[in-house]
């Protein structure tokens, strides 16, 4: 793992590993002295990401996405188990249902917090006048050109 990302560290490809816990931050640096690993709290990413789901804001979709990537993105859900009498919350897999993009979702959420967009100084970019103005999309019918 360090043989590859170590000397690619300063282009930011940096080597991640999931770990469960709600109480976990998004990304954090492992304590293991020399490694270069950061990890994923992916119980807190999944819980917001679902959060914002259920609201129905917060979340951006392409038109372009196949029902398969929704499926997967819902392909799991938070239970209560009970473990020597006690509470836990997790994450379990929906019977028959793949992760995929759930789990390629909490890692890009997470590698956006690694890289530090700063959205408000990139919503200025986009609105200043030397940046190119998104044409609007016409779809040209071909009934009306008969």
């Known amino acids: 793992m360090n043989s590859y990302t170590r000397p690619r560290y300063g282009r930011r490809v940096v080597a991640i590993k999931g770990v469960p816990g709600f109480s976990r931050q998004f990304l954090q640096k492992s304590g293991t002295k020399g490694q270069l690993l950061w990890?994923?709290?992916?119980?807190?990413?999944?819980?917001?990401?679902?959060t914002r789901l259920a609201r129905g804001a917060g979340v951006r979709f392409g038109e372009a996405l196949e029902p398969?990537?929704?499926?997967?993105?819902?392909?799991?859900?938070?239970?209560?188990?009970?473990?020597?009498?006690?509470?836990?919350?997790?994450?379990?897999?929906?019977?028959?249902?793949?992760?995929?993009?759930?789990?390629?979702?909490?890692?890009?959420?997470?590698?956006?917090?690694?890289?530090?967009?700063?959205?408000d100084r990139r919503a200025e970019e986009l609105s200043s006048e030397a940046a190119p103005k998104k044409q609007p999309q016409v779809?040209?019918?071909?009934?009306?050109n008969r």
């Open 68 to 119: 398969i990537f929704f499926e997967q993105l819902t392909s799991e859900r938070r239970v209560v188990r009970y473990a020597r009498g006690v509470p836990q919350a997790r994450f379990e897999r929906i019977k028959g249902k793949r992760a995929e993009t759930l789990d390629a979702t909490v890692y890009a959420w997470a590698a956006r917090q690694l890289i530090g967009v700063n959205f």
């Open 139 to 144: 779809v040209r019918s071909a009934w009306l």
């Open 39 to 50: 990890l994923v709290g992916s119980d807190a990413v999944k819980s917001q990401l679902f």
